[in-house]
């Protein structure tokens, strides 16, 4: 199909314009110098301009995507953020934004529990949970005994127990939700 390929120039696929052949890989398959509505120029391979599968430069995904939960949305924070709580002062924030602290925390949990998810004893994707969460126990979140390690499905399935991740847990809930998970082996 390589050489047979017909003349794409000047033809316009979703947002693309092709402006001319840029050149051929080992297959023998065009590619083409674009330029998209938005004034960027790519090279994009014809099998995928004829296909549909490409319609701009990225543009069209960026501006599609759900603004969070899926892979390439575009991340908000603060008052944008979906997770933004405007209950909270301004001051609040600040004061208990302790990025280096908390990370030495995370840290701590993880050396303590040797790197392993206390629930199933993995030592994959690991988290650092708080037994009692970080905005219901102010005085204990950086205390080493409010830790444990989880692996990643462990951190997911008891946060959906409860019904997501945010609604407040307690060590109560967590040991629950572990003899529950015990009771079920048996």
């Known amino acids: ?26 297959y023998n398959r065009w590619y083409y110098l674009c330029r998209c509505d938005c004034g960027t120029e790519k090279t994009i391979a014809s099998r995928h301009l004829i296909s549909g599968n490409t319609i701009s430069c990225g543009c069209v995904f960026k501006e599609t995507s759900p603004i969070n939960g899926k892979k390439g949305a ?11 709580k405007p209950e909270l002062s301004d001051q609040h924030r600040i004061e208990t934004r302790n990025l280096e602290q908390l990370r030495l925390w995370r840290q701590s949990v993880f050396t303590r529990d040797n790197y392993t998810c206390q629930v199933c004893g993995s030592r994959g994707k690991l988290n650092a949970h708080h037994l009692n969460s970080w905005s219901l126990d102010l005085d204990n979140r950086f205390n080493l005994e409010n830790g444990i390690t989880l692996c990643k499905k462990c951190h997911f399935d008891f946060h959906m127990s409860l019904g997501g991740y945010r609604i407040p847990a307690t060590k109560e809930d967590f040991k629950r939700w572990y003899l529950e998970r015990e009771i079920a082996k048996l």
């Open 74 to 84: 575009i991340k908000h924070s603060g008052i944008l953020s979906h997770l933004y």
């Open 1 to 26: 199909m390589g050489n047979n390929t017909k003349n794409l120039e000047d033809t316009k696929f979703g947002r693309l314009t092709v402006l001319y052949k840029s050149h051929q890989d080992k």
